[in-house]
């Protein structure tokens, strides 16, 4: 099982400044098959980004993501006030596993 | 917009089975990959499983043996079941759409619904 390791457990920050996510996985992630959601309380964690670096239908380009291998990052250009919530990161390059999360609030 | 509701009792005794129904509207059944999902405080995110319109399963390696995931096309739904409940399996269940491949990011979500196991 690849396991999925978030970082840091909480980002404390003010809107207008930059968001750095960071994912790292236990072992290589297959064709970087990583994506990103965004989760607030009550409420199904939302797709961000697939493949990596591919925004999902309707995300706006603040989100943007990268990485390969074992290593990948989620950034938030600049935070907006419907920003703060917990991100995840997955994978899906064998079987699915989803990272512990990193919540994002506001300072 | 396909759209994902799950249903189902919100509380099962320890040993039986949890039994859950996501119901799809706005698209078909009959396509795509169709998947559970549990979130608990303990375990986070976890995957259950998938089940493809062609009747194809694959489950989580760790759920494997307790864990059942069935679709009817005449209703549009695809359902859960999982033996043998423990209060670890207490959490909140989301049934998801596969945007495209068997293991894939899940593009739509049901709201999820809290399942208790307690006596």
């Known amino acids: 099982e690849i396991v999925l390791t978030q970082s840091p457990g909480t980002l404390s920050l003010s809107p207008g400044e930059r968001a750095t996510l960071s994912c790292r996985a236990s072992?290589?992630?297959?064709?970087?098959?990583i994506a990103w959601y965004q989760q607030k309380p009550g409420q199904a964690p939302r797709p961000l980004m697939y493949g990596a670096s591919i925004r999902a239908a309707g995300i706006p380009d603040r989100f943007s993501g990268s990485g390969s291998g074992t290593d990948f990052t989620l950034t938030i250009s600049r935070l907006e006030p419907e920003d703060f919530a917990v991100y995840y990161c997955q994978q899906y390059g064998s079987s699915v596993t989803f990272g512990p999360g990193t919540k994002v609030d506001i300072k | 917009q396909v759209q994902l509701q799950e249903s189902g009792p919100g509380l099962v005794t320890p040993s039986e089975t949890l039994s859950l129904t996501c119901t799809v509207s706005g698209g078909s059944i009959s396509s795509n990959y169709w998947s559970w999902i549990r979130q608990s405080p303990g375990k986070g995110l976890e995957w259950i499983g998938y089940v493809h319109y062609n009747g194809n399963t694959n489950y989580n390696p760790f759920l494997q043996s307790r864990v059942t995931i069935s679709l009817d096309t005449s209703k549009n739904q695809f359902s859960l079941k999982l033996r043998s409940v423990t209060a670890a399996d207490t959490a909140v269940y989301y049934c998801a759409r596969n945007q495209w491949l068997p293991h894939d990011v899940f593009n739509f979500w049901g709201q999820g619904t809290m399942v208790t196991v307690s006596s």
């Open positions: 072992q290589s992630v297959d064709y970087n098959h």
